[in-house]
């Protein structure tokens, strides 16, 4: 069994939960919420995949009752975002970006957790899946918008393309934090490239 607490894992964890406060952040500006409604989709986005993977699990308290520095990560991450908002709302596809690492970052982070737990490849898979994706749905839900997890984009798929990846890498014994980096740049780059070329799952018509 791979330990979880080893210090590749936690940098993927804290990278992971910047990104997302970012993406949080940003969607909450342009909503034109109010500081408090900007840091409490700040905080969701960021904590919301992680805690239902660890309700899921029976690892409670969730991971961010725990430990304080998540939620002060989370804080100030959010605070900076708000102060530099000048600056960084001038960059169109900020937003975007940050969503998709978010995305491959946690998405890491919920399958080594699954690891930890002994728990089977497919089921880790999924918890890797849900710890990369129920934030941002939270976040949409609260926002008034359809999460994208539900539109025609490639998401969730995403991240089972990554967690199937990862399983292949380790397979093969490739490096375990090679295994991981190249999962997490996979599903940014897969993320990306689908935006760019229009790619996305066939639409059925009822």
């Not at 500006?29 to 309700?55: E, H, N, S, W, Y």
């Not at 014994?173 to 740049?185: F, I, P, W």
């Amino acid at each position: 069994m791979e330990n979880y607490n080893i210090s590749t894992s936690e940098v993927i964890e804290v990278l992971g939960t910047i990104a997302f406060a970012i993406s949080g952040t940003f969607n909450a500006m342009q909503r034109k919420l109010d500081p408090f409604g900007v840091l409490i989709i700040a905080f969701v986005t960021a904590i919301g995949g992680g805690t239902v993977r660890d309700l899921l699990i029976g690892d409670t308290p969730v991971a961010w009752m725990r430990d304080m520095q998540t939620c002060l990560i989370v804080l100030f991450t959010a605070l900076g975002t708000m102060f530099f908002k000048t600056h960084v709302q001038k960059l169109k596809i900020t937003l975007f970006l940050f969503d998709s690492l978010g995305l491959g970052l946690f998405t890491m982070v919920g399958i080594l957790k699954g690891m930890a737990f002994g728990l089977n490849p497919g089921i880790c898979i999924a918890l890797g899946t849900i710890t990369g994706c129920f934030g941002g749905i939270i976040r949409d839900t609260l926002l008034n918008t359809i999460p994208l997890v539900f539109r025609r984009e490639i998401y969730a798929t995403a991240c089972i393309l990554g967690g199937l990846l990862y399983y292949l890498l380790i397979e093969i014994n490739v490096e375990s934090v090679v295994a991981k980096l190249a999962v997490v740049a996979f599903i940014f780059v897969l993320r990306i490239v689908a935006v760019k070329f229009k790619l996305s799952l066939p639409k059925f018509d009822y």
